[in-house]
């Protein structure tokens, strides 16, 4: 059964630093999402992103946040210049058409920011 | 603006027994609904959904919902449960965006222990 993968399952970064974390999305997806979760909290909504651009972004999703689709097959966050509070874990999801409404998740990357 | 709210941070059942985990949410139009279950080191994954008719709705590994609008909940049950099925449960709302696409609004989880 298609996944979606994440990649790093954990990283660790310095305050100040650039961090990107990777998704591919199951292949025939059209529609992919940023989630975080702060340990404790709940799931998020960051982003959303169709055809090449932000579709919606919540007030959490700052300058400090990018998301990308280099090629036809990831989906990446990235975070200029990482904060304490950027400390997550960070879930991408895809879903395939609108009319099924149901997104997908990968298994998270925990970002870890000292 | 919409929320969802899981009452029970944490429940301990017998292997066995029944199971029903509480949601309710708050929603101004007709909901979508979710329950995802995230297993230690595992992502999300999708139970089951509600998105109109049958409001009683069967999903995976012998898990259902019943969504009652009256209540505004959407309660998740299983008759017999597994030590298997220990893990953190997720209700989720579906928020119509201006895109006419939905964002997961999530509750804050039903940690799930099951004795033996």
């Known amino acids: 059964e298609p996944e979606v993968t994440q990649t790093p399952s954990h990283q660790v970064t310095q305050m100040g630093q650039e961090v990107i974390l990777r998704c591919v999305p199951i292949s025939n997806h059209l529609y992919f999402y940023w989630y975080r979760q702060i340990l404790g909290q709940k799931v998020e909504f960051l982003v959303s992103f169709y055809n090449n651009e932000i579709s919606e972004k919540s007030e959490i999703f700052d300058d400090q946040f990018s998301v990308e689709r280099p090629d036809g097959s990831n989906f990446t966050l990235k975070i200029r210049s990482t904060k304490l509070e950027d400390s997550a874990m960070y879930f991408c999801a895809s879903m395939g058409q609108v009319s099924t409404d149901t997104q997908y998740f990968g298994p998270g990357t925990r970002l870890t920011v000292l | 603006a919409q929320s969802v709210t899981q009452p029970d941070i944490h429940i301990t059942v017998s292997e066995g027994a029944s199971l029903e985990l509480r949601c309710n949410y708050s929603y101004g139009a007709t909901p979508y609904l979710f329950w995802y279950v995230q297993s230690p080191g595992q992502g999300l994954q999708l139970l089951l959904k509600?998105?109109?008719?049958?409001?009683l709705v069967q999903g995976i590994k012998g898990f259902e919902a019943e969504f009652k609008r009256s209540q505004s909940s959407f309660n998740l049950r299983k008759p017999s449960v597994h030590w298997s099925d220990a893990a953190e449960y997720f209700c989720a709302v579906g928020a119509l965006m201006d895109t006419g696409r939905r964002a997961l609004t999530f509750g804050s989880g039903t940690r799930l222990q099951v004795q033996p």
């Open positions: 509600y998105f109109s008719g049958d409001t």
